[in-house]
C-alpha cells in the first residue's frame, strides 16, 4: 500500500510512502480533515539521513498494530525538517520548553488548530528501560481526547501562548556591540573547552565550524595565543579521530563520545563545508601541511560523492548501510588484509587502530589518535584507493538527493576559497557552476529563492539563511573575481532578505518571509546551530555590504542588525559565535581599498590577497569595462578615475582616507601577523 507522501519529492518523505501509516505532507488538507473529523494531529518530523528517524519508522510507522491506531485516532502529518526549516524550527522550541532538550525525530501531537499538547523525540514502540512507550501514549492521549478534552486543549492555549510570546519578544539591551562581548564569549569557551582531546562540552561532542572562526579571529586580533592553541587541538582531535573518514575524505556529522572516535556515520553536506572554511583558515594562519591536506579531501569528498551532474550539491548521505548503523565505515583486521595483502594489511591495521576486539559493535573505525600526525598514509596511496573501491563495492549508502540552497552557498564560499588560496581551479570551477545552478533552476518566475530542488522541481519559498547565505557567497565570490555581476546580485538578494524578512519593530530578521504561509508563530533565529543562525549570516552580509558600498541605507540597516544581535547576545556570546565574528570586523580596524586599473587586475594586489592574513579588508576593482556597473553599486566610486595606464589604489582605514599611490608596496596595509588571507 501508499499513502500521500508517494506523490512528493522530498528523499525523506518518499521513505515513508509505503507505511501502513495514512501520512498527509504538510499541507491545509491535513488539517481541514482533523477539523471536519474531530481528530487531534500526529506531527513527525525528522531529515532522511537521520539514524533515530529509522529506527523509529522500522519499530512503530511500518508496523500495523502502530498504523491501525494512527490511522483511527489521528491525523498523521511528515515533515522533512531540512525543506521546512520554519515548522521544524516551531515545534522544536515546543519540544525543548516542554521537556527541556530536543533532536529527531520530532513528535508533537496537536489540536487541528495547530496548537500543539504534547512534544517529546524518539519513542520505542512499547515500554522500555523506563521510557514510556509509544503505543502507550497515543492510546492515552486518544483516550484523553475523547473523554477530558479540555486539558488537553487547555494545555495546547496555554503552550501556544508561551511560544507566541516567546518568538515575538523584544531583544535584550539593544546597544552597540562592546569588545566585552567578545571576550565574554571567550571566556565562556575556555570554560568549555575539553584540554584533553579538544572541542567544547561533554559526549555527544559536534564540530562547531564557527566556534573556530571566531577564536581564530580573537586570537589574531587580540594576541591571545591561547585561542589559537583551542582551534589546533580541535581540529587535530577531530582529524585524526574516526569522525573523519580517513579513505574516502569528509567528516560525520558529530562524535558519540569524548575523543571524536565513534561519530554518528551520517555525512552532512554544510559540516563538511564549514569545516573546510576553518581548517583553511587555520592552514592560512599556521601553514600546517596536515590542515591543507583535509581542506582537499574534504572539498575532494564533495566533489566525488555529493556533486550533482548539473553543478548543484545534495544534502549528503545515511549512517545506515543495508540498515545497519555504521556498517560502511568499519572493518576487521581479516578484511583489511584481504583487500591489501598480509603485509600492507598489518601496516595499515596499525597505523589506523584496526583490532580484533574493534571498538565499534565487535569492529574498528579507522583513525589515529594517540599518533603525533593526522595521517598515515595520504589520500593519494594507491592502497588507500583499494580501500575506498572496496567500501564501496561491500555496501553502499543512501544519498539525500535534495539540494538546498543556503548549504549550496555555504559549500560555494568554502570551494571558492579552497581554490583560490590553495590553487585549485577545479574547486574556483565547481563554485562557480554551483552558483550557477542556483540562479537558473532555484529562482521562481518573480526572481524569489526557492529553499529547495529535487527531480527536477524547485519549491518551497526561500527562508532566511537561503537570502542571507546566498548573498554571502555572492559577496565571496566578488571578492574572488571582482566580477561586479556577483555584487549587482547579492545586493538585490540583501535587499528581498530586508523587505521580506527584517522586523522594524522590534528588530532582527524572522525566519519566514513577511508573504509565507503563517504558523502558530513566526519565530526569529538568533542562536548559532548546525550553522551559523540566520541572523548573524544577516548581519555580516549588511555590514560586508555597507562597507563595499558606502551606502548610508546598508549602513543603517547593518546597524539596527548589530544593534538586535548585540542584545541578543549578551547574556551568552558563545552561543552566537558567528555574530561574534561579525562584530569583530567593526570593533578591531577596517580598510577599504578600490583598485582603479587600466586592464587587468595587479598581480602584486593578487598575491597579496593569498598570500598575508588581513581580516576586515574589503576591495573594489574598477576598470573601464566595469566602472558604469560598479558606479550603480557603489555610487561614491564615481570619483576614482581609471587611469590611462597602470593602477591606483585609494585606501581608508577606520574611516580615514591616505593619499592615492601608484605602486602596490606604497599601500599602508600593513603586513599582518600569519600568513593568508582572512576569510569573510
Known amino acids: ?106 513528535t508533537v501531537i496537536m489540536t487541528p488548530e495547530q496548537k500543539p499538547f504534547f512534544a517529546g523525540t524518539y519513542f520505542p514502540k512499547r515500554r522500555r528501560f523506563g521510557q514510556e512507550g509509544f503505543l502507550e501514549i ?18 495546547g492555549d496555554e503552550l501556544a501562548s508561551a511560544v507566541i ?76 579521530g574516526g569522525i573523519y573518514d580517513h579513505i574516502g575524505g569528509g567528516f560525520s556529522r558529530y562524535s558519540t563520545d569524548e575523543r571524536w572516535l565513534i561519530p554518528h556515520f551520517e555525512k552532512m553536506l554544510y559540516d563538511n563545508a564549514l569545516l573546510i572554511l576553518a581548517y583553511l583558515n587555520a592552514f592560512q594562519a599556521t601553514r600546517k601541511d596536515a590542515y591543507g591536506e583535509i581542506v582537499k579531501n574534504t572539498a575532494d569528498y564533495i566533489l566525488r560523492e555529493l556533486k550533482d551532474s548539473q553543478g548543484g550539491f545534495f544534502c549528503g548521505q545515511d549512517a545506515d548501510s543495508d540498515g545497519v548503523e555504521g556498517k560502511y565505515y568499519a572493518f576487521t583486521p581479516e578484511e ?37 600526525t593526522i595521517f598515515g598514509w595520504k589520500a ?35 570551494l571558492l576559497w579552497a581554490g583560490q588560496l590553495l590553487e585549485e581551479r577545479k574547486y574556483v570551477k565547481a563554485a562557480v557552476e554551483a552558483e550557477n545552478f542556483l540562479r537558473e533552476h532555484m529562482t521562481d518566475k518573480n526572481n524569489r529563492l526557492c529553499l529547495r530542488y529535487c527531480d527536477g522541481e524547485a519549491a518551497h519559498g526561500g527562508q532566511l539563511s537561503d537570502y542571507g547565505v546566498y548573498a554571502l557567497a555572492l559577496l565571496e565570490l566578488y571578492r574572488g573575481t571582482f566580477q561586479v555581476e556577483y ?17 522594524r519593530k522590534n528588530g532582527g530578521y524572522y525566519i519566514t518571509a513577511s508573504d509565507a504561509e503563517p504558523l502558530l508563530t513566526r ?22 555590504i555597507a562597507s563595499l558600498t558606502g551606502e548610508k541605507k546598508w549602513q543603517e540597516a547593518a546597524e539596527r542588525q548589530l544593534q538586535f544581535l548585540s542584545g541578543e547576545a549578551e547574556e551568552y556570546p558563545a552561543g552566537h559565535c558567528f555574530a561574534l565574528f561579525t562584530f569583530a570586523g567593526v570593533l578591531y580596524p577596517h580598510k577599504e581599498l578600490v583598485c582603479a586599473v587600466k586592464d587587468k587586475l595587479p598581480r602584486d594586489l593578487t598575491q597579496y590577497l593569498k598570500k598575508t592574513l588581513v581580516y576586515g579588508l574589503n576591495v573594489l576593482v574598477k576598470t573601464e569595462e566595469n566602472e558604469e556597473e560598479l558606479m550603480q553599486c ?27 599611490v601608484t605602486e602596490f608596496d606604497r599601500l599602508e596595509l600593513g603586513q599582518e601577523q600569519g600568513s593568508g588571507e582572512g576569510l569573510f
Open 523 to 544: 519565530p526569529k533565529e538568533v542562536y548559532d546551530g548546525a550553522v551559523p543562525s540566520g541572523n548573524s549570516v544577516a548581519a555580516a552580509v549588511l555590514c560586508k
Open 487 to 503: 555584487l549587482r546580485e547579492a545586493l538585490l538578494r540583501a535587499g528581498q532578505m530586508q523587505e521580506y524578512f527584517e522586523d
Open 138 to 155: 497515543l492510546e492515552k492521549i486518544a483516550e484523553l481526547w475523547e473523554n477530558h478534552r479540555e486539558r488537553l486543549t487547555d494545555a
Open 1 to 106: 500500500m501508499s499513502n500521500r507522501l508517494k506523490y512528493e519529492k522530498s528523499p525523506y518523505l518518499l521513505q515513508h510512502k509505503e507505511n501502513p501509516v495514512n501520512w498527509y505532507p504538510w499541507c491545509c488538507e491535513a488539517f481541514k480533515r482533523a477539523y471536519s473529523e474531530d481528530k487531534p494531529v500526529f506531527l513527525s518530523i525528522g531529515y532522511s539521513t537521520c539514524h533515530w528517524c529509522h529506527v523509529m519508522a522500522h519499530e512503530s510507522f511500518e508496523d500495523e498494530e502502530v498504523a491501525e491506531i494512527l490511522n483511527k485516532n489521528y491525523i498523521s502529518i511528515k515533515v522533512d525538517r531540512e525543506e521546512r526549516p520554519d515548522i521544524d524550527a516551531v515545534y522544536m522550541s515546543v519540544c525543548q520548553m516542554m521537556t527541556g532538550s530536543g533532536g529527531w525525530p520530532l
Open 380 to 414: 593519494e596511496d594507491e592502497r588507500i584507493q583499494r580501500l575506498y573501491r572496496y567500501r564501496r563495492e561491500r555496501t553502499r549508502l543512501h544519498k539525500d538527493r535534495k539540494i538546498l540552497l543556503s548549504w549550496n552557498a555555504w559549500t560555494i564560499i568554502a
Open 634 to 660: 557603489a555610487p561614491y566610486t564615481r570619483d576614482y578615475p581609471v587611469p590611462e595606464k597602470g593602477a591606483v589604489y585609494y585606501l581608508c582605514k577606520d574611516g580615514a582616507c591616505m593619499a592615492p
Open 336 to 372: 583489511i588484509k584481504d583487500v591489501l595483502g598480509e603485509k600492507d594489511g598489518a601496516e595499515y591495521c596499525a597505523l589506523y587502530e584496526i583490532t580484533r576486539e574493534g571498538r565499534f559493535e565487535g569492529k574498528s573505525i579507522p583513525n589515529r589518535i594517540g599518533h603525533t
Open 165 to 240: 510570546e516567546e518568538h515575538s519578544r523584544n531583544a535584550a539591551g539593544g546597544g552597540e556591540p562592546a569588545p566585552e562581548l567578545l571576550h565574554k564569549g571567550f571566556r565562556q569557551l575556555v570554560r568549555q573547552f575539553d584540554r584533553r582531546f579538544g572541542g567544547f562540552g561533554q559526549a555527544p561532542k559536534f564540530p562547531m565550524p564557527h566556534q573556530l572562526l571566531f577564536l581564530m579571529r580573537y586570537s589574531f586580533s587580540e594576541a591571545v595565543p591561547e585561542a589559537m592553541g583551542m582551534v589546533e587541538e580541535t581540529l587535530d582531535g577531530m582529524a585524526k
